[in-house]
């Protein structure tokens, strides 16, 4: 039986950020008329200075974190994931990335999260276009412990980041108090028999799929590879070593996004048979989170499937 996390984790970020600008003044949110939907608004009303509505100019959005970036502040910036990969690439690479400045984006709604929003606002291809960026660090977060954990290290980091989140309740997956190392895979399940590789909403697809595979006497290692970028190298190749099949589970598309990353290492590196669970050529729609995820194949049974084609 799955467990949800109490508080949505659009109010977990603004609850820590919040906490994050009382300690330091410097740390600032900026938002593309989307005030309420990390209930930021809320947090303009404590901190009016470190709370900007920019309005509905998401490239001007970046243009004006990098400046501040430059002029001293720690700007967060939050936007969909749609509008903040494919409307601001121009500006992720020439204001963040090729100046290298220190902003974090704040992307959510990822991929079939944005459910009702539908297929202009659902976002399959944003970590692939943000990987390719020279500097970019690309975290999809897992659960509310994760996201606690990260902004509080992020406001420390220096760099660019582009951190993909869901808003609402996320599975928990992670007690209170666990710390995360970007770049480093978290290891959730160990068997010999074959390997998920997930992050975000699809960890909790792995580790049911799991469940069900130890049914059929089959034993998964479970990753969650929650950078996409630095991915952990070192425990693809370790776990492909020790289990000789791998199959990758991502709300995103399979192309450029967490299944390319790992067949990118695995073909230089051990080559290993790979199959790839996510999004395949196709566009989003409007619907609930359950339909979507069957329409698409992301539930756990696909990743079952795809597991047992292995053997």
């Not at 977990?12 to 906490?19: C, G, P, S, V």
């Not at 996409?228 to 990758?248: E, G």
């Not at 995103?252 to 990118?264: D, P, Y």
């Not at 790839?276 to 409007?286: N, P, W």
Request: glycine share 6%.
């Amino acid at each position: 039986m799955r467990v949800y996390d109490e508080i949505e984790m659009r109010k977990i970020y603004a609850n820590t950020l919040q906490k994050m600008m009382q300690n330091n003044p410097l740390v600032v949110q900026l938002e593309a008329d989307l005030m309420s939907c990390l209930t930021m608004d809320k947090v303009q009303q404590q901190r009016p200075n470190q709370v900007i509505n920019c309005g509905i100019m998401e490239a001007n959005m970046v243009g004006m974190a990098a400046g501040l970036s430059l002029a001293g502040h720690i700007p967060f910036l939050h936007t969909f994931t749609a509008f903040a990969s494919r409307r601001c690439l121009d500006q992720l690479f020439m204001a963040l990335d090729y100046q290298q400045t220190n902003v974090k984006v704040i992307a959510s709604d990822a991929g079939v999260t944005a459910v009702h929003n539908g297929g202009t606002h659902m976002s399959f291809e944003d970590m692939g276009i943000v990987r390719g960026l020279a500097h970019a660090n690309v975290i999809e977060v897992t659960d509310g412990t994760m996201m606690e954990n990260l902004v509080k290290q992020l406001v420390e980091l220096n760099g660019f980041y582009w951190v993909r989140t869901i808003r609402k309740n996320a599975v928990k997956i992670y007690d209170e108090g666990e710390q995360f190392t970007i770049g480093k895979a978290k290891v959730l399940r160990e068997g010999k028999d074959i390997t998920l590789i997930a992050n975000g909403i699809m960890v909790a697809e792995a580790l049911e799929a799991a469940d069900r595979l130890q049914q059929q006497g089959i034993e998964a290692s479970v990753l969650d590879m929650f950078t996409l970028k630095p991915l952990d190298q070192q425990a693809v190749i370790d776990f492909a070593k020790l289990t000789k099949r791998v199959v990758t589970c991502e709300n995103h598309s399979i192309q450029n996004g967490l299944g390319s990353a790992v067949a990118e290492v695995l073909s230089e590196n051990i080559p290993t048979p790979l199959r790839r669970v996510g999004i395949k050529q196709r566009y989003g729609q409007v619907g609930t989170l359950d339909f979507l995820m069957k329409e698409y194949e992301l539930t756990a049974e696909d990743i079952v499937k795809q597991a047992l084609s292995l053997f």
